[in-house]
């Protein structure tokens, strides 16, 4: 009897279904893909937070995938050039000295081409890894002031990549006045020349794009802005300030650290400098970045002074090695006078840039400093509690 029991109990178990059972979780890949993309919370979506890294990610990859090409193609080509050169001056040497002084020339030139080539590439590589990266950023942390920001930093990466088209031009143009007549200057075409062209009309055609997913961001966000500032317009202006100053800092990081490189490999720089400076550079950057961001986190009044300080000597050492650039160019040597103006328009532009920047940042500082204790840190504290812990807003009833 007892066992019979037991047989109409096993018979009557429900079969377990192969379809039913839970998927295999991995916890370490989890918690890498709420750091990594943005998660959805109670009160917050994140659709089109999702969709815009999407698009940022393969828009990104594609043109950083054209840079590369670009780099790839150019150093090649030069590297060639200047084999086929070093080969003209060995079979002239010893009996046409006037065609081997060209020829040297020409090597010279070459050389000093790829070099400035090869550093206008690598800026240009490295911008769009920032693009890439300060978007990302901008996704998780729900900061629409820096997603605002990086539509006119789309436009300027549409006039580098289209400068960029005639300063190659240029480059090329520039050795043929002294290559032997054997061999052709005309290197800028087939797919290095598409590869080119190719790179402005995937950011143009972004630019429209990422314009309307700024729009519906600015939707996805709002809440969280509403939720912070409680509708309290004193509050909202402190949030602002707050917003403004994380992508000031952010922005002025690059456009500084982009000058230095132009710097370092394109003016004249001592021995001396070119160890001490990069080595003091990232110090400074550390220091200044990590100051900025936890005074104005945690509202430490020593830390945001350090910040402040450490901007306006970064932009005395701006103007001074701009000066410097110039005051060298104009009592060096022709082929170093033609190196700078290569490079002029770029060099200027990330020192202004830079400064501008971080003028703003001294501005926003002093003004973020000035809202220390007024209720921001408690807020965003909370913020980071609840989202650690999990927490789950009470659902209200609009319509009871």
Known sequence: MEMERDQKTLNNKTPIRMDETEPVKFPVLTALQKQLIPQQTAD???RWARRTLLAIAIVSFLSAGCEIWIMINEHTTQKELVAALAATMDSLSGWNETLSSNTTDAINNADSNLRVGLTYHSVFLASIVFWLGVTWDALLNQNI?????????NVGLLVYSATQIVQTRKDTALLGPVLPKNITDDTNTGGFLAAQIILPVIIGIFIPIFAYLTYRLRLEFGWRQYRISGGDIKMRSIFFAYDVLLLLLKFSLFFVAGFTVLDLVLTSVSLN?????PIFGVLVALI???AGYYGLRREISLYMTVYIIGCLL???YLIQRVDKAFNDSASDTATSVSDFSRVQIPFVLYAVIGGCLLLGSIVYGTICWRNFGKGL??????ELKNKLEGYVPEVIDLEN
């Open 145 to 153: 002031m820096q997603v605002i920001s990086i539509n006119a930093y």
């Open 288 to 290: 200044l970045t990590g």
């Open 314 to 316: 970064v932009i005395v």
């Open 44 to 46: 917050i979506t994140v």
């Open 273 to 277: 400098g070119t160890i001490l400076i």
């Open 377 to 382: 840190k408690n807020v965003l504290d909370q």
